[in-house]
């Protein structure tokens, strides 16, 4: 099945520094989907964006679909963007496949 | 409109009982899926429902179960609950639209074994 990998696995910033996350993934796609789970558990869609770029407001994601990796950007970076943001793919089946995560601390 | 509710939100059992949860989805989304998510194995995909009908399994045993009723509410079912089943399950919604389908996540059930 797809393996999906994502890098680094923890991050640590200050608040205003900016931030580039990273999922590589092992087979085409044509859905990937990035969240935000914020400490209470809850999922919280960023993007769907199987190719291309998106932005929404600090935050901006880029597809290379051909070289299989996603890229997550988060600039200005604030406190309340701490969480772990997965990246997740469609499985043959349909089902998400999600990465590890990468763990977000930003500190005041 | 309103998001994907699960209920409850906090479980705690023992070994060898059975649970119950439930999901209701976004208002006019027809699938439902579920997903474990434990600090070892990560998020899991447990199955998938439409219109009353599991259309995907994922790799669980049969202790796992589900169903989806005609308004599209779900409900999982995991019988003689195991220490390992101690995980925070997610329910999310999608609705096919062009082609993309985008999954909504509910807040989750964090349930313990004891």
């Known amino acids: 099945g797809i393996q999906v990998e994502q890098s680094p696995p923890d991050l640590i910033l200050q608040e205003g520094a900016n931030s580039t996350l990273r999922c590589n993934f092992s087979?085409?796609?044509?859905?990937l989907q990035w969240f935000h789970q914020n400490p209470w558990g809850q999922l919280i869609n960023l993007f769907y964006?199987?190719?291309g770029t998106k932005q929404n407001g600090r935050l901006s994601a880029t597809t290379v679909a051909t070289e299989r990796y996603s890229l997550l950007y988060i600039s200005s970076s604030q406190t309340t963007d701490s969480g772990v943001y997965f990246c997740?793919?469609?499985?043959?089946?349909?089902?998400?496949?999600f990465g590890k995560g990468t763990k977000l601390s930003v500190k005041p | 409109k309103a998001g994907v509710t699960q209920t409850p939100r906090y479980l705690i059992k023992t070994r060898g009982q059975q649970v119950t949860l439930s999901c209701s989805p976004i208002?006019?989304?027809?699938?439902v899926s579920w997903y474990q998510q434990t600090p070892g194995q990560g998020l899991q995909f447990l199955f998938e429902?439409?219109?009353?009908?599991?259309?995907n399994k994922g790799n669980f045993p049969g202790r796992f179960s589900g169903r989806q009723f005609s308004n599209s509410r779900s409900e999982m079912n995991v019988s003689t609950l195991e220490l390992g089943d101690s995980a925070l399950y997610l329910c999310?919604?999608?609705?096919?639209?062009?082609?993309?389908?985008?999954?909504?996540f509910g807040p989750g059930t964090r349930l313990t074994v004891l």
């Open positions: 999310a919604s999608s609705l096919l639209q062009g082609g993309i389908s985008t999954q909504y």
């Open positions: 087979d085409s796609v044509n859905n």
């Open positions: 964006i199987p190719s």
């Open positions: 997740a793919v469609a499985g043959s089946q349909g089902n998400l496949i």
């Open positions: 208002s006019g989304h027809r699938s």
């Open positions: 429902y439409f219109s009353e009908t599991q259309r």
